[in-house]
């Protein structure tokens, strides 16, 4: 890899570094980490959640009442501030990883850096994984 992308790749890293700190991104993480009750309600709701989705996948009815345990935990994460923190941190950087990858994707395809006409087409090209949503 030439120096030149190596240095700018690391010049992204900090820059991606900085955001999350400036953004309250990491402190949201590193919060929820550090809150055993709020971690363990996450956890356990999205093990619910692949048992649920598991069953659903093999041809299983879900009852109503499993629906509504799920719906009802899910509430109640989402009710807890730290847990909510968190789930918004992880859609920020979701978003983040995203907008990375699609700007990166656009200037391999077009051979040229994208203008905000070319990123506000619907796909960001093959193998982005944003196809799924």
């Known amino acids: ?3 030149k992308v190596e240095t ?3 010049e992204l890293c900090e820059a991606i570094l900085e955001h999350l700190e400036t953004g309250g991104i990491k402190r949201r ?7 055993p009750a709020a971690r363990g309600a ?5 093990n619910q959640g692949q048992a649920l ?3 659903q996948h093999g041809g299983q009815t879900l009852a109503p009442a499993e629906v509504s345990a799920f719906e009802k935990d899910r509430d109640a994460l989402l009710k807890n501030p730290v847990a909510a923190g968190f789930l918004d941190a992880q859609e920020e950087m979701h978003a983040l990883q995203h907008l990375i ?4 994707g656009k200037t391999v395809e077009l051979g040229r850096v994208p203008v905000a006409a070319d990123l506000e ?4 090209g093959h193998g982005c994984g944003c196809h799924d949503h």
Not at 42 to 46: A, G, P, R, T
Not at 101 to 104: E, L, P, S, T
């Open 42 to 46: 996450y956890e356990s709701l999205m």
């Open 29 to 35: 993480i590193d919060t929820f980490l550090a809150d």
């Open 121 to 124: 087409e619907g796909s960001c």
């Open 101 to 104: 990858q699609k700007n990166v």
């Open 53 to 55: 989705q598991e069953k």
């Open 1 to 3: 890899m030439s120096t």
């Open 8 to 10: 700018k790749t690391r």
